[in-house]
């Protein structure tokens, strides 16, 4: 009876031994079912590199980037999720919630301005926007790129703050400085030369003004002294020796400092196509809509650009 008695309780222990087992295996499987479908939600994702477009050598680290909902093609929309980049570039937003436009938004890391970006499954909208459209499914949600670069700009003005003995006051418009005030001391170096001093300037701080070359954008126009030692240098624009009407950028120099920068000018002159008419023709033109009798012209005729700014 002992024996009997001792197999039943084995046999009863094994059968216990099963159900714990059989329940334990069912709530791995569960957890690894729920495991399974966080890992196939869909995110967008991708990295943010520092300098020119497709250069990845260089990760941004700690630059955000955003995820908004739209039901508008050319809106941003509600903002839904936001993240970082690590220290690799990358990020990875997740997708909550059903919208008609994805709009993925970078925000420049300091001092840098966005220089372009790219994707594969969605659309640039800007250098800082990718936007992606309903449906999703099937599309490739990663790799969207984004790349930003040291902003020339920025660099001259943190250098112009440093060197000037007076706050600098800077009016921008259209991001183009139209008004500098400023104490920055001349260059020992430098011979004692109006247009030497006042082109080093435009050369040093070429940045602040958006000029990729001011010695060969810029000639000399005029210069007017004052009572209070003073030197007003008077620079005209100009592309391939055709001079740009209304393009101005005069330098303002008191004794051994630069006081002050101001002008309407471009920041570049584009290419244009050849002149429609000569210049026989032009003046022609000229004359016969100029008001009075007896007109006659004062001068050469000459080719030149308008500024429109």
């Not at 400085?177 to 040093?204: C, G, I, K, M, S």
């Not at 004359?287 to 308008?306: N, S």
């Amino acid at each position: 009876m002992r024996i009997r008695g001792t197999m039943i309780t084995i046999v009863l222990l094994a059968a216990a031994a099963l159900l714990v087992a059989s329940s334990a295996t069912s709530q791995v499987t569960c957890s690894a079912s729920g495991l399974a479908q966080a890992t196939i939600t869909p995110g967008l994702s991708g990295y943010v590199y520092a300098g020119d477009m497709g250069d990845e050598s260089t990760p941004l680290n700690n630059v955000t980037v955003e995820l908004y909902c739209s039901n508008n093609i050319g809106q941003l929309g509600t903002r839904v999720a936001s993240t970082t980049t690590n220290t690799e570039g990358w990020y990875d937003l997740p997708i909550p919630g059903v919208c008609e436009y994805y709009n993925i938004l970078e925000t420049d890391a300091p001092d840098c301005a966005s220089v372009g970006a790219t994707t594969i499954g969605g659309r640039v909208v800007t250098s800082n926007w990718i936007q992606y459209a309903l449906p999703l499914g099937g599309r490739t949600l990663t790799g969207n790129k984004f790349w930003d670069r040291s902003d020339p700009q920025v660099e001259a003005l943190r250098q112009l703050e440093a060197n000037s003995q007076r706050l600098p006051y800077i009016h921008f418009d259209g991001g183009i400085p139209r008004f500098v005030a400023v104490q920055v001391p001349v260059p020992d170096t430098l011979p004692d030369d109006l247009v030497v001093r006042a082109v080093d300037f435009l050369e040093r701080y070429r940045g602040l003004y958006r000029l990729a070359d001011p010695r060969f954008q810029l000639y000399l126009n005029r210069i007017v002294s004052d009572d209070r030692d003073g030197q007003h240098l008077f620079f005209g624009q100009h592309r391939d020796g055709i001079p740009m009407f209304a393009a101005e950028l005069a330098v303002h120099v008191e004794g051994d400092d630069v006081a002050a920068i101001n002008g309407n000018y471009l920041a570049e002159i584009p290419p244009f196509p050849p002149p429609a008419i000569t210049a026989a023709e032009a003046q022609a033109i000229a004359l016969e809509d100029a008001p009075g009798t007896d007109v006659e012209p004062i001068g050469e005729t000459k080719l030149m650009y308008f500024n429109h700014s």
